[in-house]
């Protein structure tokens, strides 16, 4: 497998994602301040609380978003973590091996993203500042992941 930097586009996914990595845990920082209130942990259709939880979600959300972070580093070292559906041709295994990190990358993106906005809008809530969570991000980031996904896939198969 090649070690090197492998371009500079991926290079640049990867450090925006772990900039919103360390995004996910700035609202630690308040952990004090909200420590006996009842944040919100959950939103309806609508994005109005309809769950509350205490304070503890904060340190959850983002253990959990560093875990799905390191689970995706790991996989982009092993191809052979990510299931294709149907049987590979040489040629597929290939194509694989050579541009796993590629997908690996851009849903590490889309991943802490998702995370990023969750946490953030549910922080936004808990101090006061928003009402309700708009979920147009929320959105966004998932049919970035199903984008990604789909574009993998199809290529993938397209080299098949």
Known sequence: MNT???????????MVSILLLVCCFIPLLSY????????PSHFDATGAVD???????FIFLPCMALAIFALLTVA???PKMVNAPKKLS????EWLDANNWKF????????TGLFTYIIWSMYAVATGKAAEVQLWGFTLFIAL??????RFYYLLYNHN
């Open 32 to 39: 004090g301040k909200l420590a006996g209130v009842e944040v």
């Open 4 to 14: 090197e930097i492998r371009n500079w586009p991926h290079f640049a996914i990867e």
């Open 51 to 57: 769950g509350t939880s205490n304070a503890s979600i």
């Open 145 to 150: 992941t199903i984008a990604v996904t789909l």
């Open 76 to 78: 982009e070292k092993h």
């Open 90 to 93: 040489s040629n597929g295994k």
């Open 104 to 111: 690996v990358r851009e849903l590490k993106l889309c991943m």
